[in-house]
């Protein structure tokens, strides 16, 4: 079994070269998510490696995040133990 080396922190100056990819920016319309709560938890969310990417956890929101390339993927929401987009007006921000 090998171990998983953690995410990078993301700093500030990433955030200014990040872009957001065309599905994401749709999931967050989808989902009622805006920039800077995608960017607060890209900043202050614990991370969690996934398949070679980057996954950014803060309350119940998930940034899927490619360092290699500074673009956020996607975005999830945590419900009742399942990633879910279900019920995604009603979260509290």
């Keep these: ?6 995410n990078p922190r993301i700093t500030k ?7 957001i990819s065309f ?3 749709n999931v967050m319309r989808e989902r009622h ?5 995608v ?16 996954r ?8 899927v995040w490619d360092a290699r390339v500074s673009v956020v993927v ?4 945590f419900r009742e133990g399942v990633w879910t987009n279900e019920d995604a007006r009603g979260r509290r921000r």
């Excluded at 079994?1 to 953690?6: A, L, Q």
């Excluded at 100056?13 to 872009?19: G, K």
């Excluded at 950014?56 to 940034?63: E, F, K, N, S």
């Design 1 to 6: 079994m090998t171990s998983r080396k953690p």
């Design 13 to 19: 100056e990433d955030l200014l070269e990040a872009r």
């Design 23 to 25: 599905h994401a920016r």
């Design 33 to 37: 998510v805006s920039e800077r709560e």
């Design 39 to 54: 960017a607060e938890v890209l900043l202050k969310g614990s991370s969690h490696p996934h398949r070679g990417l980057g």
């Design 56 to 63: 950014y956890v803060l309350g119940d929101l998930c940034v």
């Design 74 to 77: 996607t975005i999830l929401l």
